[in-house]
């Protein structure tokens, strides 16, 4: 190897010992920040209590039949609009049409009796009055006398018994008058059938209750839904707050509903109690149905069109030398500011009030300044800002919410997020 060469490789490799060493030292001082930024804004802020539930009717009515018999004709069925009165099944009707017509000849026949016993009673009244003027004139022994009176109270019994067995052979009939009206089965009310349990031909048996042929939903426009609040959320939960809910059969659209009544009974589903919490909700368009699930969100509280910041804005806290820096500027202008020895102790003195924090923000210098505010209503995304103690804050102003610290070759390259970069020297 010639000394030329020698020499070059020396030079080289000391420049790249050179390159690399300042690459470190640069890096070991590389103060720069890279921070994410939002906007403050105007919106809405909601607080609320997630829950599940299943929608029901307000009135559901379960239609049976009294009466045994074979279904000989159905006049509803499924989703069938009904009104009050209407006729919606007919039972067999020739065994208790023939009951009719028996118990109706039973009721002639006790009639009759009813007659002959009266006529009877007429006579043995006559032989009595015969008997009593004759035993008055001594004509008649005193045993005939009372043998006369026997058969007139006798004639008498008669006839009380024979109209009893009236009475009852007109109960009779009107029972099966009764039992035959009841072979029409009608719509107790005005409505929707959501079931029939019955077809043409099949028998039902009223031994011991009455079997259910129909449900009939009273009005399916209004409907309830029960929802299962966590006991640890129903404190919060009161009559009349608005409910949003979604079912799956419309995942992309929103129903409301407004709650109407938190009951007190426990409900213990996997070892977790919750109480049930009735909602009241409009069904205009009949898309909702009963025994559909909904995923609920009980609104606690709500605020509309407010100056509010993202939640992560809250959370932001500079770097330790960065926030060194802040500090040490902000006291030094402070103390220049105030002048006086007695303004510096009330600033010590200062008590933070409810609900104060600090945001960062960014000023038309593009530098960052604490703003401290006090806060009000807070969701999951965002936070109401209900007054700023310090400086102004204006919607559109941009908030430091994140931070990212970035190398030189990324500082080359545009960020895809919005945001700044202050050096610390």
């Not at 103060?31 to 919106?43: E, H, M, P, Q, V």
């Not at 539930?53 to 039949?65: A, H, I, K, M």
């Not at 404190?235 to 409301?256: L, N, W």
């Not at 909700?281 to 509010?308: C, W």
């Amino acid at each position: 190897m010639s000394k030329k060469t020698l020499i070059i490789i020396i030079v080289i490799s000391v420049l790249i010992c050179g390159g690399i060493l300042y690459a470190l030292l640069r890096g070991k001082n590389d103060n720069s920040y890279s921070f994410k930024t939002a906007k403050i804004d105007r919106g809405d802020i909601q607080i609320s209590v997630s829950a599940t539930g299943t929608l029901e009717p307000v009135n559901v009515v379960e239609v049976g039949s009294q009466v045994s018999g074979r279904i000989a004709k159905l006049y509803a069925d499924f989703n069938s609009l009904v009104k009050k009165g209407q006729v919606i099944a007919e039972l067999e009707q020739s065994l208790f049409i023939t009951r009719v017509h028996q118990s109706e000849a039973n009721y002639k026949s006790a009639k009759a009796e009813v007659e002959k016993a009266k006529v009877r009673l007429n006579n043995a009244k006559k032989a009595l009055d015969r008997a009593m003027r004759l035993y008055e004139k001594s004509l008649i022994s005193k045993e005939e006398k009372e043998k006369a009176e026997e058969t007139y109270y006798s004639a008498l019994a008669d006839l009380q018994s024979a109209e009893a067995r009236l009475e009852q052979a007109k109960a009779q009939l009107e029972s099966a008058k009764v039992d035959l009206e009841h072979t029409i089965i009608t719509s107790p009310i005005d409505g929707i059938v959501i079931s029939r349990n019955v077809n043409v031909g099949q028998t039902v048996a009223a031994s011991f209750q009455a079997p259910v042929l129909f449900r009939i939903a009273e009005d399916l426009t209004r409907m309830y839904l029960t929802c299962h609040v966590d006991e640890a959320d129903i404190g919060r939960v009161k009559p009349g707050q608005r409910v949003i809910f979604t079912v799956d059969a419309f995942p992309e659209e929103k129903f409301e509903g407004k709650v109407i009544q938190v009951r007190y009974n426990p409900q213990t589903i996997q070892n977790v109690v919750t109480y049930d919490t009735i909602v009241e909700v409009r069904n205009n368009e009949l898309k909702l149905r009963p025994g559909m699930t909904a995923t609920i969100s009980i609104i606690i509280a709500e605020k509309n069109n407010v100056l509010r910041v993202p939640n992560s804005a809250l959370k932001f806290m500079p770097p330790p030398d960065l926030l060194k820096k802040l500090r040490k500027n902000f006291f030094t202008r402070e103390k220049r500011k105030q002048g006086s020895e007695k303004r510096t102790q009330q600033f010590a003195r200062f008590q933070r009030p409810k609900n104060f924090s600090i945001i960062w923000a960014i000023d038309e210098n593009e530098n960052l300044r604490p703003i401290p505010i006090i806060t009000g209503l807070s969701d999951d995304s965002y936070t109401e800002i209900i007054r700023v103690l310090r400086r102004e804050l204006k919607e559109g102003q941009e908030v430091v919410i994140g931070l990212a610290k970035s190398s030189s070759s990324e500082r080359r390259r545009t960020s895809p997020v919005r945001g700044f970069r202050m050096i610390v020297r």
